[in-house]
């Protein structure tokens, strides 16, 4: 069973899915520790409740995002983590991160990439007229959701579709999908391979 840390930044929604995914033994693993860059993040109370340890680190405190980020590195470190999934965690990894956790940092995002990365992945799709969106597990690298994809799942837009329904739309999947990456990794069958993750 493997160890798994998650950044989160908000309200926590992949945390939960995730949290659900570990405790109902769906996926041989437990998340460990939940890392807020924002003290009022609800995912903070999900992890309470689930009596997940937590910590808050926020940037402003700091006098640079290395030194902010080591501190995040010495919590997941002290809880021996083998795998740092970020879930709704608004910053772009730094070098520190990177370094600490080479091929063991995962993020979802709510687009189909290399479409759209970046901020408001749904919005952006709406405003391309684009007919299909998703969302994307990836592994992370140094660029802003460029990194080698793990799994995708697509999704029809509708004529009818705002921000916010496709936005929920896209979110149930990703409830379904970030578990299942993570599953494929703790049970050892994935392999980065350049750009691509082959899946054993």
Known sequence: MIKV????SGQGSNLQALIAACESGRIPAKVEVVVSDKPDAYGLERAKKHKIATAIFEPKNYTDKNTYELEIVKVLKEHQV???????????VGP??????PGKLMNIHPALLPAFPGLHGQKQALEHGVKIAGATVHFVD????????????AIPVFEND????????????????????????????????????KVK
Do not use: N, W
């Open 5 to 8: 840390g998650v950044l989160i």
């Open 82 to 92: 083998d795998l740092v999934c970020l879930a709704g965690y608004m910053r772009i």
């Open 162 to 197: 705002t921000e916010e329904t496709l936005s929920a739309r896209i979110l149930e999947q990703e409830h379904k999908i970030y578990p299942l990456a993570v599953k494929l990794f703790a049970e050892g069958r994935l392999k980065i391979e350049g750009r691509r993750v």
């Open 142 to 153: 140094d660029g802003c959701d460029t990194g080698p994809i793990i799994a995708q799942v």
């Open 96 to 101: 520190v991160l990177l370094e600490h956790f």
